[in-house]
């Protein structure tokens, strides 16, 4: 038996971090990371359309350097509810 929850899932585009400020500070959403990883600096450009769970209301990336260079990490504005 599986007992792993479903989520529905819905398509939304990757917006600016201009665009994702404007929405947080006009919301009650909470903004977090997507996740963890370091994705190259010409991935998820504004526009990409992408599958996430149906509580994300917004996604966007915000650009970041290290050691190894420059890479782009994934952000996203979560309903309270």
């Given amino acids: 038996m599986n007992n792993a929850a479903t989520y529905s899932m819905k398509t939304i585009r990757i917006i600016s971090k201009t665009q994702a400020q404007k929405i947080f500070t006009a919301s009650t959403f909470h903004k977090m990371k ?41 952000f996203c504005l979560v309903s309270r509810s």
């Avoid at 996740?35 to 149906?54: I, L, Q, R």
């Avoid at 350097?65 to 890479?71: A, E, N, R, S, T």
């Fill in 34 to 74: 997507y996740c963890n990883g370091k994705y190259g600096h010409t991935s998820f450009p504004v526009g990409k359309e992408v599958n996430v769970h149906e509580r994300i209301e917004a996604m966007w990336t915000e650009r970041r350097k290290d050691q190894d260079g420059h890479f782009k990490v994934l």
